[in-house]
C-alpha cells in the first residue's frame, strides 16, 4: 500500500476534565485507536491506546465522564468528533505503571448512552405514528440534536404504549420490528394473508442517530438523506496486484471472508420463508389464523427487484406458529373497543425480514475510508475461484452488501477500515457490474 494511504495527522485530541477547567493534549500519547458502528447497535464507541511519559490517569485524574474530543486528518478526509458528537470516557482498562511510562486503554462513548443510565421513559404515549414516538423521546428523554429528521423515517402505523419505567434505548430499539414503512404499501392482512413488510433498525454513526427501515436501507436510492444513490455506491475489487500510490488502490479489498453462508434449518425454524399467526381477541373471543409468506411479501432486496432465494419444496408450508393476543380498550378510557394500533402480524414479518437480511455475512479489511458509515451500501467484486489462468468475475457472490458495521482503525502504517457486509440476495446485479 502506498505511503499516501497509511499516513495520517492527530490534529487535536483532548481530554477535558470534569469541571472543565483543566485539558490534556493526547496527540502524542496514542499508540493506536479503534472507532466503531454498527446497525445493531444504538451508539458509537472508541478505545483509544494510551502511551505516556508522564501520569495521565491519576495526572487529569481521569474517574470517568471526561469528554474527548478529536480530529484527525486522513488520506480519506477529516475524521472529527467535536461539539455535541464529542465521545466520553466509561470506562479505563489494562492501567501499566512504571518509573518510565504510563499505559491503558481509554475506552470511549457518545452522551446519550451515558444519559441512557440516567434516565426513566414513564409516560403514557398516546396513538401517533411511531416514527414521532421517536424524535419525542431523543429530545425529551435523551435530550439530544444528534439527528435528522429525514434520518427519521416515518412510519405507517401508529402506536399507543407506556414506557413502563424503561431505559430510553430500549424503547427505541424495542419499537424498531413493530414499525411498518410506509413503502410497505399494502400492508395488515388480507382475510387469512398477512401483506407488507415490518422491521425497522435504530442505530447511531458519525453523523448522529437514525432509525430506519430495512427496505429504505436496501434501496439504493435517494428517497431520503443517508439513502445510497446508484450512481455513489463505492465499488470495492478483490485483486492480489495492488498498484503503488494509484487512486484505484483506496478501493482495493486487502482480504476478506465468509463468516455466514445460507442455513436453511435455521431458517425454517425462525420461520423466514413461511408462517403462520394465530391471533385471538379477547374482547370479540375470536381466533384468526393469518398466513405470511417471504416470496409475496417482500418485494425490495439489495439485489434490487430480484426475489430473494426461496426454496419452493421447504418453504411454501408455514414452519413456524406465532401466537398474539388483541389489546382492544387496554390503552383507552372508557368502553372505547379500539387497539393500541400494533399490526396482527408485526412478529411474523419483522422475524422474516431481519432474518433475510443476514442471509450472508462477509467480513473484508478495505484503506481507510472515513466516509463509509453503517448502513451504507457498497458493491464488493470477488475473483472466481477457477484453474484458469484467466481472471474472472465471481458473479454469485459479487453485488451490493450492506454495512453492518464497521472499525476503522488508526495507526501509523496501518489505516484501515474493517467491515462486516450483510446481503439478503446473491448475484451479480446493480449499475456496477
Not at 39 to 58: A, D, G, R
Not at 264 to 285: A, H, W
Not at 325 to 332: E, F, H, N, Y
Amino acid at each position: 500500500m502506498s505511503q499516501a494511504l497509511t499516513d495520517f495527522t492527530y490534529k487535536q485530541v483532548e481530554i477535558i476534565s470534569l469541571d472543565g477547567k483543566k485539558r490534556i493534549d493526547l496527540t502524542n500519547s496514542i499508540l493506536f485507536s479503534d472507532y466503531y458502528e454498527d446497525i445493531l447497535s444504538p451508539c458509537i464507541t472508541m478505545n483509544l491506546q494510551i502511551v505516556s511519559p508522564y501520569s495521565i490517569f491519576n495526572g487529569m485524574p481521569i474517574r470517568g465522564g471526561e469528554k474527548v474530543v478529536l480530529n484527525l486528518e486522513t488520506p480519506s478526509g477529516e475524521f472529527k468528533l467535536d461539539g455535541d458528537y464529542g465521545l466520553y470516557v466509561y470506562k479505563v482498562s489494562g492501567l501499566v505503571s512504571s518509573s518510565t511510562k504510563e499505559m491503558f486503554t481509554l475506552h470511549l462513548v457518545s452522551k446519550e448512552a451515558l444519559t441512557n443510565e440516567t434516565v426513566r421513559v414513564q409516560k403514557k404515549y398516546a396513538k401517533s405514528s411511531i416514527s414521532d414516538h421517536v424524535t419525542s423521546i431523543l429530545k425529551d428523554q435523551l435530550k439530544t440534536k444528534k439527528f435528522k429528521s429525514e434520518n427519521i423515517e416515518k412510519t405507517a402505523n401508529s402506536y399507543s404504549f407506556i414506557g413502563t419505567m424503561k431505559k430510553p434505548l430500549h424503547i427505541l430499539t424495542w419499537l424498531c420490528p413493530k414499525a411498518i414503512p410506509s413503502s410497505s404499501g399494502n400492508s395488515g392482512n388480507n382475510g387469512t394473508i398477512a401483506k407488507g413488510v415490518a422491521g425497522f433498525l435504530f442505530y447511531e454513526t458519525k453523523d448522529g442517530f437514525n432509525f430506519r427501515s430495512i427496505d429504505t436501507l436496501v434501496a439504493p436510492t435517494k428517497s431520503q438523506s443517508g439513502s445510497t444513490d446508484k450512481e455513489n455506491i463505492p465499488k470495492y475489487t478483490y485483486t492480489q496486484v495492488v498498484e503503488q500510490g494509484s487512486l484505484q488502490s483506496s478501493f482495493t479489498i486487502l482480504n476478506y471472508g465468509f463468516e455466514k453462508n445460507i442455513d436453511l434449518m435455521k431458517s425454517l425454524r425462525v420461520g423466514m420463508y413461511s408462517n403462520i399467526t394465530y391471533f385471538y381477541d379477547l374482547y370479540e373471543n375470536k381466533i384468526e389464523a393469518i398466513t405470511y409468506k417471504m416470496n409475496e411479501e417482500v418485494k425490495h432486496t439489495l439485489g434490487g427487484n430480484a426475489k430473494p432465494p426461496f426454496p419452493k419444496e421447504f418453504g411454501s408450508s408455514p414452519s413456524r406458529i406465532l401466537f398474539r393476543t388483541s389489546d382492544r380498550g387496554v390503552l383507552d378510557p372508557g368502553n372505547d373497543k379500539k387497539d393500541a394500533g400494533r399490526d396482527n402480524t408485526d412478529m411474523a414479518k419483522s422475524f422474516t425480514r431481519y432474518n433475510l437480511l443476514f442471509t450472508q455475512a462477509i467480513n473484508m479489511t478495505v484503506p481507510l475510508n472515513v466516509k463509509l458509515r453503517a448502513g451504507n451500501i457498497i458493491y464488493a467484486q470477488f475473483q472466481e475461484v477457477t484453474a484458469s489462468v484467466e481472471s474472472k468475475v465471481d458473479e454469485e457472490q459479487s453485488g451490493n452488501y450492506l454495512i453492518k458495521e464497521l472499525r476503522h482503525h488508526f495507526e501509523s502504517g496501518e489505516l484501515v477500515t474493517a467491515l462486516k457486509l450483510v446481503r439478503d440476495n446473491y448475484g451479480l446485479y446493480g449499475t456496477n457490474q
